[in-house]
């Protein structure tokens, strides 16, 4: 008896597992198996997950061989090969999210993306239910707040190192799902504290890990945000990680790390303390 044939797998099934593939598989390897999985890799039901590479070529740049060591490189090299086109970020930022038709719900951006891109994901991303900006993104870090109000349904945001108090009440105005925040190395003062207490108190999932904290603030935190099941603020500046304070404040919430975390590292004088040393000088959260 003769077995099945690739391109007798039920429709509904293949659209189903070509979904988990990944967009580097879903992009050149998927299409060319036979006819009928090219139709299927063209269902948006395929494109709801987007994750970018880390880099893609940045508008500004003619040379693809930009940065000789980037990340994703043997991905970025197949698909100028296979599509015989240098798209910059923005365009191939838009050329997937065309894909997805509307139903793109989780998008992590690629690196070097432009604010016409992330403009296009707001515009043409409603369902979008977790973005990750990510540190290399520092533009977009900056004015992705005038986009949150695109997003109704937005329960997961992963942020650079900035401009944290400023989208945090945009978030608690405009997306009543949110449960999920992850800002790693950024600096919590009381305003920033005050913005989460006050916009975003039901908040479950809290990541500020490499952060340089005001201990005012975290107090703040740990007091105002009851709901929270999962806390990490390890390996972070400004209170010791066997504070007796926070470690009882913190003792309602099931997963809290604060490991590493210390008042100051001892190499450096009270007065010679930079932020910018201590918070920015980190490579990107993944």
């Not at 992330?118 to 409603?126: G, T």
């Not at 105002?224 to 999962?230: A, I, T």
Request: proline content about 4%.
């Amino acid at each position: 008896m003769e077995g099945r044939k690739w391109e007798d797998i039920n429709k509904d099934i293949l659209v189903n597992v070509l979904g988990r593939v990944g967009m580097e598989s879903l992009l050149l390897d998927v299409p060319f198996v036979c006819k009928s999985w090219y139709k299927a890799s063209r269902e948006p039901q395929c494109w709801e997950h987007l994750i970018f590479p880390t880099f893609i070529k940045p508008d500004d740049i003619d040379d693809i061989w930009w940065e000789p060591e980037i990340p994703d490189r043997g991905f970025i090299e197949r698909l100028d090969m296979t599509y015989q086109e240098n798209l910059s970020a923005t365009a191939f930022v838009k050329f997937i999210v065309n894909r997805s038709c509307g139903n793109a719900t989780i998008i992590k951006l690629p690196g070097g993306c432009t604010e016409e891109a992330l403009e296009y994901v707001a515009n043409e991303c409603p369902r979008l239910k977790g973005l990750a900006v990510g540190s290399y993104n520092e533009f977009i870090n900056s004015i992705i707040v005038k986009f949150i109000s695109k997003w109704k349904n937005l329960e997961m945001l992963r942020l650079g190192k900035y401009h944290l108090k400023e989208i945090i009440p945009e978030i608690g105005l405009h997306c009543n799902n949110f449960i999920w925040l992850s800002a790693p190395y950024t600096y919590i003062g009381k305003d920033e504290a005050s913005a989460l207490v006050s916009s975003l108190s039901e908040l479950k999932y809290l990541d500020l890990h490499g952060g340089d904290f005001e201990k005012e603030a975290l107090v703040m935190i740990l007091q105002g945000c009851k709901q929270l099941v999962r806390l990490d603020i390890s390996q972070s500046f400004g209170f010791d990680d066997d504070d007796a304070e926070i470690i009882e404040l913190a003792s309602h919430i099931p997963a809290f790390k604060c490991e590493g975390s210390i008042i100051a590292p001892d190499w450096l004088d009270d007065d010679y303390i930079d932020h910018d040393d201590l918070v920015y000088d980190s490579s990107f959260f993944d």
